[in-house]
Each structure stands twice: as C-alpha cells, then as structure tokens.
C-alpha cells in the first residue's frame, strides 16, 4: 500500500470514529441479501488500480471509486449455512458498486441506497463490505 493510500485511510478512519452517531449501530442486515433504506454520503476517491495495485504508480491503472459513509454504523452477517462469508460489525464506509448508475451526480452528498451486500474478495475492492447497487436517491439534509 502506497504512503499517500495509507494516510488517506487513516484520516478517514480518524473521520468515521470521531463522527456524531458512531456508538449506536443502526442495524443488522446478511450479505446476499436485499438492502434497503441505508443513508449516507457518496463520495469519490481515486485509487491504483492494475497491475501493481499503487506498487508503481507510473504504469498502474488509476481507478475512481464511490464510497458510502454511513450515518450510522451497521452489522453484516452471513446468512445460515454461509461458510464463505465472516460476520463484520460497526461498518461505516461501504464501496459502492454501479453497472447501471452513473454516481458522480451523487458525489459528496446525502442519499439512500438499496442493493445487495458482499464480503470484499476481489483485488479492486477498498472496505471490507461491497454493496452491488439497486438503488439510489439523493436524501435532503435536515
């Protein structure tokens, strides 16, 4: 992991502990499994992607991806009989996945997403829970 990758993390970990709301879970959800009405804010980062992942930053693809803070921190687990998946707990930053969406209208603002959840298996994938998106609307700030 590259040093500019490393610090950004530590700062937005930094963000998301000291954030209002980040004692309370808002919910337990499965992965594989139908999500609905989780809030947050989208925003963009950019990431190495292949073929060195940020090992050489001069050839390396470099990648946008959508990241939801969420207001509040939620659980994930696997459904009965999943072997493949581990429980996660106090989940606030969740990547965003999109075939069909384009989320740059989104960026840096509140909304409300539905989809699926995954556990982050592949290379390219940057928080521990992957949401597969269904949904998204942008919320009203209160």
């Known amino acids: ?6 610090l950004m993390l530590i700062v937005l970990a930094a963000a998301l502990y ?10 337990s959800y499965f992965f594989d499994t139908p999500v609905a009405g989780l809030t947050g ?4 980062f950019l990431f190495y992607g292949p073929p060195g992942f940020g090992e050489d930053p001069e050839h390396d693809s470099k990648e946008n991806h959508y990241l939801l803070l969420l207001e509040k921190p939620i659980a994930v ?3 009965k009989g999943d072997t493949s998946n581990e429980a996660v707990s106090n989940v606030r930053l969740i990547q965003i ?3 069909n969406n384009d989320l740059s209208r989104f960026s840096e603002k509140k909304v409300m997403v539905s989809g699926k959840l995954y ?6 994938n940057i928080t521990d829970v992957v949401m597969e998106l269904a949904g998204i ?4 700030e209160k």
Do not use: L, W
């Open 77 to 79: 687990a696997p459904k």
């Open 41 to 44: 804010h989208v925003s963009a």
């Open 18 to 27: 000291f954030s209002p709301g980040a004692g309370a879970q808002a919910g």
């Open 97 to 99: 996945r999109s075939k």
């Open 1 to 6: 992991m590259t040093m500019k990758k490393t």
């Open 137 to 140: 609307e942008q919320v009203n």
């Open 119 to 124: 556990t982050a298996a592949a290379g390219g």
